[in-house]
């Protein structure tokens, strides 16, 4: 993916996800994975893997859509790109 200023950047936690098959959609350019503690209060998941991604502007509004698609409805989770515009 060439960088570009209007590329959106930002997080998806895989865990938050029902189907993580959108990943495959977005650039990822960073993987963070952290064990779950008793202070999380998430006994569901073993970790949390943060996935840092880029995502090309055109494609944003659509990735978005089929991300809330796909959050775990049971759980609550996080996912979030922005731009450097403001709205």
Not at 23 to 51: A, C, D, G, S, Y
Not at 56 to 72: F, G, L, P, T, Y
């Amino acid at each position: 993916m060439t960088k570009n200023k209007d590329n959106f950047n930002g997080a998806i936690i895989e865990e938050s996800l029902t189907n993580p098959k959108i990943l495959e959609r977005v650039h990822i350019t960073k993987t963070e994975i952290l064990p779950v503690t008793k202070r999380h209060k998430t006994p569901w998941v073993k970790q949390w893997t943060f996935h840092f991604v880029e995502v090309e502007e055109k494609k944003a509004d659509s990735i978005a859509e089929e991300i809330s698609k796909n959050m775990n409805p049971e759980h609550a989770g996080y996912a979030d790109f922005k731009n450097k515009q403001i709205f």
